[in-house]
């Protein structure tokens, strides 16, 4: 549907034209007019210009050589100046022989010549002009593109980290819950201040994905289920192995074993770390250690 | 009344704008006064070969003295002239020689004129660029009444026809843009002139449902009424069109309808069906949700004014200033300049039914204002009355007398330089869109505005 409605009484073409206009300078965005190109490249050549390539007065220059063309133009062109001389007994005898001498040759197309090639001056000076301005705006263009790529490769860097850094901490093995609860029912005494410990941490962090707000994110953690959160299936797990960088070697590369069938749960011999994740006494590599894209690397909230 | 309507071509199966404009204006004159057509026996307007036979002839019951033309014309030769006189300084000889290279030249049709000017009250000439139109004038001026059909092109430059412009006896206009460009370029303030367009036999039931199945449309779709050739700006239009359809997803088609000097793009969303017969072109574009005008240079769209006619709007290209100024005064079409223009005046017409229908309603009240048969008609013959009326005032002397120069002689053609046309052109002021309002609000519409004369 269109973006407006016109009532058939009351159309106006030059009024639908207007807002049609508006409408594509929206869709182009902050997008440079023609004219303000023209202004930028007139006025700040300098800052745009690489100086080394292309002389920031270079305009300057051709106007001053097309103002120096047309007065050229006016003293070569005519006839007068043609057969004309400083001296007037010369010119006098030129005068005389000028039906003689237009016998040999043709003054009318020298006069032509020499408008064409101030003609083509014109066209050069436009040219030139107007490389100008593309230059300017490729150089606008080239600036913004770079500033993009940087901070992408910026965002890059913190996910590969975060990834690298969550893939440390969370490691599934299936059966680790009976042994956890085996030995947690061992240790029961002495850790229970440990246990609870750990409770509050994990209270904490959920607290703290609720403040965030939103679904998850792909990348981050709240997209990854950790065995922290308890809420990690058999079928969520290869998700956890497809978001492993590709430097990092599968268990189905490595020499000696088996390739592991989809959807089947990696097996203890796959992990190569312990399984720090339920383990309180390991150090935590939180996510929240990663550096940030704005370059703060504290905690989220205030108070975690 | 006896007049002679002297125009290029003529034939009923002869379709270019200025010759239909003179059919159609002879055909319905003729219920008013007597009625000759002097024309050429050309049918190709490249060439103007003699395709037809000379003498007498009859077309819809008005007859036609055709006379053969002299020479064909060389598009390489007339190109050449063309470079001379539109892009450098040059005498008035390049510009005869100019214009004999153009043709249709035809001297018996020139020599018959002058013979047959005291038989007849009146000659309508047409198209101003012409040999006929130059030289037929020149012949009986005092009794030539102009209809330039005058487009925005380098040939207003050329200076041999500021003269005409101010000696004839008056000029019928097409269009505000006609009138205002051709007294900027001549100072013709004075010729009694009128702004009349052409009128079109648009039907009251035209049967788009006919047309979709006699060529198998299926559809929403576009049209383009006219001959398929790069000047008209089909070029870009197939270049914009296929970009709309690739980046709108959008159902449109576009249909084109005339006889085609260009290679059509072989793409499913535009079909050619050539040249069809008006009737079928009428179902044509009252199946049509919009017509698309391409055209950088018009004198008049005869083809937009039906369109209004059949309560169809219009998209035309705004960088022709006859064009635009009808979509302002009608209210009745959207224009563009560029693609991006284009793109959201077509998706605007495609998509809001009930502004497509509200200027469809515009067009056709513009139309039935300004464009019926009887108000073209009605104007015509004020004008004549009008020239009669002055006539019958200053007395045969003065309608003797002509108001043209002699044409320069052998050292006056070789000698003045003048301006090279497209710079003159170029320096012709546009328009202004103060000019908007319906014609028939303007004093020129109702013929009273004799602009002096």
């Known amino acids: ?304 | 009344m006896k007049l002679a309507v002297v125009v290029q071509r003529y034939g009923a199966d002869i379709s270019g704008g200025a010759e239909l404009h003179a059919r159609y204006l002879a055909e319905h004159l003729a219920r008013h006064a007597r009625v000759d057509v002097v024309t050429t026996c050309a049918r190709d307007y490249v060439t103007w070969r003699n395709d037809l036979p000379a003498g007498a002839d009859r077309v819809n019951g008005v007859p036609v003295f055709r006379f053969p033309v002299d020479r064909v014309r060389t598009p390489r030769v007339f190109g050449r002239h063309s470079e001379r006189v539109f892009e450098y300084e040059h005498t008035v000889g390049d510009e005869l020689a100019w214009l004999d290279a153009e043709g249709p030249a035809c001297p018996r049709l020139i020599r018959h004129l002058s013979a047959v000017s005291q038989q007849y009250d009146y000659f309508i000439v047409f198209s101003y660029r012409y040999y006929h139109a130059y030289y037929g004038i020149r012949a009986v001026p005092s009794k030539s009444i102009l209809v330039p059909t005058a487009e925005r092109d380098p040939a207003i430059g050329v200076s041999l026809f500021q003269p005409i412009f101010r000696g004839v006896r008056a000029i019928m206009y097409n269009s505000h843009e006609e009138q205002a460009m051709i007294r900027a370029v001549s100072g013709n303030a004075q010729v009694p002139g009128v702004v009349v367009g052409v009128g079109s036999e648009v039907p009251d039931a035209p049967q788009p449902e006919r047309f979709r199945r006699t060529y198998g449309v299926r559809g929403r779709f576009a049209v383009y009424v006219g001959r398929i050739d790069e000047n008209k700006g089909c070029n870009e239009l197939f270049e914009f069109f296929q970009r709309y359809v690739a980046l709108r997803q959008s159902d449109l088609s576009l249909v084109l309808i005339g006889a085609s000097l260009l290679p059509v793009p072989a793409h499913p969303r535009i079909r050619h069906l050539g040249f069809l017969p008006d009737e079928d072109k009428f179902d044509a574009i009252a199946a049509a949700d919009v017509l698309v005008m391409p055209s950088f240079y018009e004198s008049l769209s005869m083809v937009a004014l039906e369109a209004w006619g059949l309560g169809k709007p219009v998209l035309a290209n705004a960088r022709c200033d006859v064009l635009r100024g009808q979509c302002i005064r009608s209210n009745a079409g959207l224009y563009y300049e560029n693609y991006n223009e284009f793109a959201e005046a077509l998706y605007q017409v495609e998509t809001d039914r009930n502004l497509a229908a509200a200027l469809g309603e515009n067009g056709r009240d513009f139309f039935c204002r300004n464009y019926r048969w009887p108000v073209i008609e009605g104007k015509y013959l004020d004008m004549l009355r009008a020239l009669q009326d002055e006539d019958r005032a200053a007395g045969p002397q003065a309608v003797r007398t002509s108001p043209l120069p002699p044409l320069p002689g052998w050292f006056a053609r070789r000698r003045q330089m003048r301006r090279p046309a497209r710079e003159v052109m170029n320096q012709l002021p546009l328009v202004a869109e103060a000019g908007a309002g319906s014609l028939a609000a303007s004093p020129a519409a109702t013929g009273k505005d004799r602009d002096g004369g």
């Open chain 1, 1 to 304: 549907m269109a973006d407006f409605s016109i009532r058939s009484d009351s159309v106006n073409v030059e009024e639908i034209m207007r807002q049609i206009r508006a409408r594509i300078r929206e869709k182009r965005g902050v997008d440079y007019t023609e004219k303000e190109i023209r202004e930028l490249a007139a006025v700040k050549l300098e800052q745009f210009l690489d100086p080394s390539k292309v002389r920031s007065d270079l305009l300057e220059q051709y106007r001053e050589l097309q103002q120096r063309q047309m007065q050229a133009e006016a003293e070569v062109v005519d006839e007068i100046s043609l057969f004309g001389s400083p001296r007037p007994w010369l010119r006098r005898v030129r005068r005389w022989l000028r039906p003689v001498l237009k016998l040999f040759l043709n003054p009318v197309a020298l006069m032509r010549a020499s408008r064409v090639n101030v003609r083509h001056t014109d066209l050069l000076f436009e040219i030139v002009h107007n490389l100008v301005v593309e230059t300017t705006r490729l150089s606008m263009e080239l600036k913004t593109l770079k500033m993009r790529v940087e901070s992408i490769s910026s965002r890059m860097d913190f996910d590969e980290r975060r990834a690298r850094a969550l893939e440390s901490v969370v490691q599934y093995r299936p059966g680790a819950a009976a042994e956890e609860a085996a030995s947690a029912a061992g240790r029961k005494d002495e850790d229970e201040g440990e246990g609870e410990a750990t409770a509050s941490r994990s209270r904490r962090r959920r607290r703290r994905r609720g403040r965030r707000g939103g679904g998850p994110r792909p990348g981050t953690e709240e997209a990854i289920p950790s065995a922290e959160t308890g809420g990690q299936t058999a079928a969520e797990e290869p998700a956890v192995t497809r978001a492993a960088p590709a430097d990092r070697p599968r268990a189905s590369d490595r020499p000696g074993e088996p390739a592991r069938a989809e959807g089947q749960p990696r097996t203890e011999g796959g992990g190569n770390a312990p399984e720090t994740a339920s383990s309180p006494a390991a150090p935590r590599p939180s996510a929240d250690a990663a550096p940030r894209p704005d370059g703060h690397s504290g905690p989220d909230q205030p108070g975690d």
